[in-house]
Every structure is written in structure tokens, then in C-alpha cells.
């Protein structure tokens, strides 16, 4: 079971890494970037005996499924900008009028 955890982990990190979007700011680069990390931690815990592979296996590959389909999903930043409100009135500066 070591040895599968291990190597989940390990395909999960490097198909994570073997795009080119992974550096980019983008969506997917940032997903990728995260799962990466993720997978980067879970082993070196394994590697420090901080948790089993039966542990690691139950709580941290729905974690990685979930971050595989965020990636694969395609979406894009959905930006919320206001736009400007460009006022319909005009201003007399020069006026002498007291409001």
C-alpha cells in the first residue's frame, strides 16, 4: 500500500508539472500550482513518517481528485468590474452662483 500511495502522489505532482501553463496567470496554472504543492507536501510528510499511507490515502486523494477536475474543468476568471459612471450633467466651474 506504501508503494502506491507514493506513486499516486508522485504521477499526481508530475501531471500537475507537465504543463506550460503552470507558471502562467491563468486559472489552470494556478490550480496546477496548487495541486503540486499539495502533492509536494503529502510526500514529504509520508518521507518524515508524519502520517501512514492509509491515512494520506484516505484524506488527501479526495483532495487531489478534486484539484485534477478543478484543472481539467477549463473555466476562466470570471472578473467582476464595475463600470465607470459617467455622469450625464456638466459642470459650469465659472458660475457665481453659492449652492
Sequence with gaps: M?????R?????????ESSPTLWQDLREGYSRNKGMRHAVQVLDSLDAKQISSYHAGIRHF????????EVMS??????????PVTP??????????SK
Design 2 to 6: 506504501d508503494e502506491f500511495v507514493i
Design 8 to 16: 499516486y502522489f508522485i504521477l499526481a505532482k508530475s501531471s500537475m
Design 62 to 69: 479526495k483532495t487531489m481528485d478534486s484539484i485534477r477536475a
Design 74 to 83: 477549463g473555466k476562466e476568471y470570471e472578473l467582476l468590474m464595475e463600470k
Design 88 to 97: 450625464t450633467y456638466r459642470v459650469n466651474y465659472f458660475s457665481s452662483v
